[in-house]
């Protein structure tokens, strides 16, 4: 080793705690090694083991997932999965957390999580058409909460707007359990040629490693570690691990990944994420069956003095490795060169199965990488279920308030408010091919220079998830499955974003294991795969943890963009048609904890033959034109779907008769419970889509009419329950921007 390995700071127990390991891992290092780790080697060990990119917790689980399917390219394993949409097409997306350092730094911690994202989708190949993002934000009455929801926002518009790729859809929501923790969860959909994919896997000796992008610096260093721990009160301490984004830069890489990759030069590609180069190379080694060497001081750095140890854990943004074909390295270097990146040949594949780095000539570091990837640590930690709770039943349930006093109320709550003031920061036309824009079940792009398009959706409801795991679980897939359903989609394949609390505590596990168990089930019953995905830990503060959030990002086909619905209703004179079983479920809905005060109750069952079978019926009825406008119900039930149709399409509606009708459920459920596989359709012929709908097996009923649009409409939702759609709209936009601009 060099003398200045030997004279770094020693590796002693506290340094290795200090690491994130503990005692056991440590054995095992030296079991490994052979021998005491230096410093960089520990540093190596550290990172990859982490909670972040080993998946120690949750691999064990994440195993049981349904991973397959004929419109399966790639699942999980790659930066990102990868599904064929035709015509010589595939799909590129998945979706990651980047929670810890959006609250130690909410812009950047924000605009690196979306340039992280749209890392791993073009580095496989496929030009990014799409943003996402689903963020959970603590009590608006927490000092915090303002200031991060102010940042966080600037962040993503600032870099995904500078960046060129339109932010479509997402979701934003409220609760106190995320007051110390935030989550910013990103997402990214990209298309790409479907027999021109990239991967990871390098392998052929001699061939050299070289590094793009931007100049290394000591920002983010240890960011992988930090995020697979907890915060405590000295948190803001871990400000110098958030990293620095440049969309600028980044639209830079994008364009010359791309132009490259047009060309056979290259035999593997990795982004620099988490973990930067460390996991990188480790990775593209490991995949390949290869072994690496490296010379540091050919990395581009732009401090001076960096370490190896700095250069190997720094998470410095817009950075990528590739390994090309020998001879091409110059074909590489003017591309790079031409669009103003950094371009360095810093190594080449062996045939030792090591992982050499050299400075100045002398080795710093020799680890084994396939016996360091594959003893990783995989934990079958002990869990415990989460505890029944009854059903609330409807019948014996007093409202407190009147059904119209309830939906003022609910649509301009922090939750179901309008989201306008976010995404109106945020460019949703950029590219041009922007079909249906934020605010909808989902959004729709075009598939450039086509009349197909993709549509994406990001869905969770955590308080289901605390109450029942499973179920939760199951109705996180569910719900993205007929926000995608709703538009005309045919959903296809989803990417998770798995955050849940401290895995080290039995009832935080069995919240995991709860919510796996339910989306395993949703994804085989609706042939809605799993194809890549996140897995964020440790998001709690002082031992408090946030709601269990399994975020599901999901994406469907359309095969005809002249056969899309909105949620908007259409204009008067239309037939309401609710299609699904009402039995006014309340336990654990957005009625009761937000009008009621009570989070009590078990969430909603979730029949999972119910979802496909009137979800397979709405889409192919969408599809025959016999539809107009279609929204699926979930929080807030029937009442909360119909004001958020007639606020979209300035449209009254009357429901009033189909309320009390012998068989419903009192009125509170009947209007506010939140029933799944539930859909509210408009049509211009009723009497034909019931008829289908009997033959189809499909619960469906005529509830009201549309009524006329403009100045004067109104909501008429049970007899002497009028709304003015005026008022309604004022209080459901008002808030949001009100509460920023206190």
């Known amino acids: 080793m060099s003398s200045a390995v030997a004279n770094e700071q020693p590796v002693t127990p506290e340094v290795v705690r200090e690491h994130g390991l503990n005692g056991q891992e440590y054995d095992l290092i030296l079991d490994i090694m052979g021998r005491e780790p230096n410093l960089l080697e520990l540093g190596i060990f550290s990172v990859m ?61 924000a605009a690196t999580g979306v340039g992280g994202i749209l890392r791993d989708v073009f580095t496989m190949g496929a030009r990014p058409v799409a943003n996402l993002n689903a963020l959970r934000f603590g009590s608006p009455d927490h000092p915090k909460t303002r200031h991060l929801i102010a940042g966080v926002v600037a962040g993503i518009g600032g870099y995904g707007n500078c960046v060129g790729v339109p932010t479509v859809g997402g979701e934003v929501n409220f609760d106190p359990s995320y007051n110390g923790n935030i989550l910013v969860n990103a997402m990214t959909v990209g298309i790409a040629p479907a027999d021109r994919i990239f991967y990871s896997a390098a392998a052929g000796v001699g061939k050299p490693v070289v590094y793009v992008g931007s100049k290394t610096g000591r920002d983010g260093i240890h960011g992988a570690t930090m995020a697979s721990a907890e915060f405590d009160d000295d948190s803001q301490e871990k400000r110098p691990t958030v990293q620095v984004g440049d969309p600028f830069t980044e639209k830079l890489l994008i364009e010359a990944c791309l132009e490259l990759m047009a060309t056979d030069a290259i035999v593997a590609i990795q982004d620099m994420g988490a973990a930067g180069l460390t996991s990188s190379s480790f990775e593209m080694a490991s995949k390949g069956g290869s072994g690496v060497e490296l010379e540091l001081d050919k990395v581009p750095c732009r401090e001076a003095g960096m370490t190896p140890y700095e250069m190997m854990l720094s998470e410095s943004q817009e950075r990528m490795l590739m390994v090309l074909q020998p001879g091409k390295e110059d074909l590489a270097r003017g591309i790079f060169e031409k669009w103003d990146l950094d371009f360095a040949i810093i190594g080449r594949l062996t045939d030792s199965g090591r992982m050499v780095l050299k400075m100045h000539g002398e080795v710093v570091g020799d680890l084994p990488i396939d016996p360091l990837a594959e003893a990783s640590p995989e934990y079958d930690r002990p869990w415990q279920p989460t505890p029944a709770q009854d059903d609330v039943d409807p019948e014996g349930f007093t409202p407190s308030v009147t059904p119209a006093e309830a939906l003022k109320r609910l649509m301009a709550t922090p939750d179901l408010c309008s989201k306008r003031w976010v995404w109106e920061q945020y460019d949703h036309m950029v590219m041009g091919d922007t079909v249906a824009r934020p605010g909808g079940d989902a959004a729709v792009v075009r598939i450039h220079g086509s009349n197909r398009g993709l549509a994406a959706s990001s869905d969770c409801t955590p308080r289901y998830c605390k109450a029942d795991p499973e179920r939760g679980g199951a109705q996180a897939v569910a719900e993205s499955w007929r926000n995608l359903t709703a538009v005309g989609a045919r959903p296809l394949a989803v990417t998770d974003n798995m955050n849940f609390g401290n895995p080290e505590r039995p009832e935080i596990m069995g919240q995991f294991v709860g919510c796996i168990a339910g989306m395993k089930a949703a994804c085989e019953a609706l042939d809605y795969p799993v194809v890549s995905g996140n897995v964020s830990l440790y998001n709690e503060t002082n031992g408090q943890a946030i709601l269990p959030t399994p975020v599901i990002g999901g994406v469907g086909l359309i095969d005809d963009l002249d056969r899309i619905v909105s949620a908007a209703l259409p204009g008067e004179g239309q037939t309401l048609v609710l299609i699904g079983e009402t039995t006014g479920h309340l336990g654990a809905s957005i009625y009761l904890r937000d009008i009621e005060g ?39 039930g029937l009442a909360v779907a119909l004001a958020e149709m007639a606020l979209a399409g300035s449209c009254g509606a009357d429901i009033a008769d189909a309320a009390g009708v012998p068989g419903n459920p009192p009125l509170c459920a009947w209007l506010f419970g939140e029933d799944q596989a539930r859909y509210l359709v408009t049509t211009a012929d009723s009497g034909a889509l019931l008829a289908a709908a009997e033959k189809a097996g499909v619960p469906a009923r005529a509830i009201g009419r549309t009524g006329p649009q403009g100045g004067d409409a109104r909501l008429i939702i049970a007899p002497g329950e009028a709304i003015s759609l005026a008022d309604l709209r004022a209080a459901h936009e008002d808030w949001l921007p009100g509460y920023m601009n206190r």
Not at 599 to 628: C, M, S, W, Y
């Open 49 to 109: 083991w982490s909670e972040h990119c080993s998946y120690k917790s949750s691999k064990k689980w994440l195993k049981t997932l349904p991973t397959k399917g004929p419109q399966v390219i790639k699942g999980p394993g790659e930066n990102a999965g990868v599904i064929d949409i035709g015509e010589g097409l595939a799909a590129i997306f998945k979706m990651e957390s980047h929670n810890h350092p959006s609250y130690i730094e909410p812009y950047q911690g």
């Open 598 to 636: 009570t989070r009590k109750g078990a969430p909603p069952p979730v029949d999972l033959a119910a979802e496909r079978r009137n979800g397979d019926f709405v889409r192919a009825q969408i599809h025959a034109g016999a539809i107009t406008a279609c929204h699926d119900l979930a929080d807030g």
